[in-house]
């Protein structure tokens, strides 16, 4: 089987926008529709935590182990083999609490994740995985949840930065990219659409198809 980890935070774990922690379904959410897809000779490894952040670390009571750069190396030795890791990172990184610009999030998406997924050898047969990645959607920060506390400052023009920095990491490492494109957030402004888990899970089902496995 190929195997596919899914390496992201509330979008990939299926967060419905607006809701207090409800999750999308299995035949709702991108990565249950893309596994569906893809057929039986795929695995799909669900790896979405909720505030998950790049490299910060939650201060927040409760939200411990959210810093998504300590658990990485685990994951992969936990999933290993691993064909090909889609990463979807960034948004909690936009928070203003952390005060990251968006060649912040570039620079640590580089340094921390993609250098180490591309660099993390199989420990059971002779391969590295092969890297997708996911600009995360625009986040609106006029919506009610990311006005309050001001969670969300600056963040809109951010977002839409973090595509074009993005291409430009994955066309240096020869990666392969999906851009946020058409993806659309909820009433939260932060949370993928039902919509747009289809739309995501379509749009990376074409380039598995068509650009690294052939099926």
């Not at 889609?86 to 921390?112: A, C, F, P, Q």
């Not at 990311?146 to 990666?175: H, M, P, R, W």
Request: hydrophobic share 30%; aromatic share 10%; net charge neutral.
């Amino acid at each position: 089987m190929i195997r596919i980890l899914c390496y992201g935070d509330s979008n990939t774990w299926g967060y419905i926008s607006g809701s207090d922690h409800q999750r999308y379904g299995e035949s709702e959410r991108w990565t249950k529709i893309l596994g569906k897809k893809l057929g039986a000779n795929f695995e799909i490894i669900e790896e979405g935590l909720n505030s998950r952040t790049l490299i910060s670390n939650d201060e927040r009571p409760g939200k411990e182990g959210k810093n998504g750069f300590q658990y990485l190396i685990p994951c992969l030795d936990t999933h290993d083999p691993i064909d090909l890791v889609i990463l979807m990172l960034g948004t909690n990184e936009l928070k203003s609490v952390y005060h990251r610009t968006s060649n912040d999030i570039g620079n640590m998406l580089e340094e921390y994740f993609v250098k180490t997924i591309l660099g993390r050898k199989s420990q059971i047969k002779n391969s590295y995985p092969k890297l997708l990645i996911v600009t995360p959607p625009i986040v609106n920060e006029e919506a009610n949840y990311c006005k309050g506390d001001n969670k969300y400052v600056g963040a809109t023009q951010k977002s839409k930065d973090l595509d074009a920095i993005y291409k430009k990491i994955a066309e240096k490492y020869n990666c392969y990219f999906v851009s946020n494109e058409g993806l659309t957030t909820g009433i939260d402004g932060v949370h993928l659409t039902k919509e747009s888990h289809e739309l995501l899970a379509n749009k990376l089902y074409s380039k598995i198809k068509e650009n690294i496995f052939l099926v």
